[in-house]
């Protein structure tokens, strides 16, 4: 399995600030992908990361909240801006591997709580 | 589109024994993978099994075991001979065949196992 790592793996934070989450993989991969689990909730998933390029962001999700990027194949970084309450959640970093397409792999993930 | 359904919220089951969490699927892909994680209340997601459409065997991994049946678009996860440390959230989740594609989570099942 990849061995996946995420900074912080918790945070409390005031209305209004922003966080950047950091996840850093041990070897190279095709994809990676931020989710976010909301308390009590499913995974859901945020965007796609692409190296060198703007993410590819899923409905309800976009850029100026949630800017993501990834300089190279095994680092990618979230933010999340001006949070809320709301953003209260877990996000959680996940790659597909180059030599394990089939199967994908998320990190420890980073707990968030937003006063 | 893609759905996944898995029924029972929560399951309890006694110490070594076998326990089945129930996952059913819809999608109009021709190709895809199913996939179970655990996640423990630390919040982290643990990779368990994978199964390929495509795949004429169930797959196994040590413990958990997938009954795979194709028609009636189901996927079961089952865990044979409980450990108190099974004690945890299930997710069930798809994927269309090829890295590009995110995952699809069901909603979860609980998992406690009891002396």
């Known amino acids: 399995s990849a061995v996946i790592s995420q900074k912080p793996s918790r945070d409390i934070c005031q209305r209004g600030t922003s966080l950047t989450i950091q996840c850093q993989v041990d070897s190279q991969v095709t994809m990676m992908f931020w989710y976010r689990q909301q308390p009590g909730q499913s995974l859901t998933l945020i965007a796609t990361?692409?190296?060198?390029?703007?993410?590819?962001?899923e409905s309800g999700f976009v850029i100026d909240k949630f800017p993501i990027s990834r300089p190279n194949l095994t680092f990618s970084t979230l933010t999340v801006s001006n949070m809320s309450p709301e953003d209260s959640s877990i996000y959680l970093c996940s790659v597909v591997r180059t030599s394990s397409p089939d199967t994908q792999y998320f990190g420890p993930g980073t707990r968030l709580t937003v006063l | 589109a893609q759905k996944i359904t898995q029924t029972q919220p929560g399951m309890f089951v006694q110490e070594k024994e076998a326990v089945t969490l129930d996952c059913t699927y819809d999608t109009s892909d021709p190709s895809y993978g199913l996939f179970w994680y655990k996640q423990p209340s630390s919040g982290e997601m643990i990779f368990l099994i994978y199964q390929g459409s495509y795949d004429q065997q169930n797959a196994t991994e040590g413990r958990y075991s997938l009954n795979f049946q194709k028609a009636r678009k189901s996927a079961n996860l089952v865990i044979s001979a409980s450990q108190l440390g099974d004690s945890a959230m299930y997710f069930c989740?798809?994927?269309?065949?090829?890295?590009?594609?995110?995952?699809?989570f069901g909603t979860g099942t609980r998992l406690q196992v009891t002396l």
């Open positions: 989740a798809m994927r269309a065949t090829g890295t590009a594609s995110k995952l699809t």
């Open positions: 990361a692409n190296q060198g390029s703007e993410a590819t962001y």
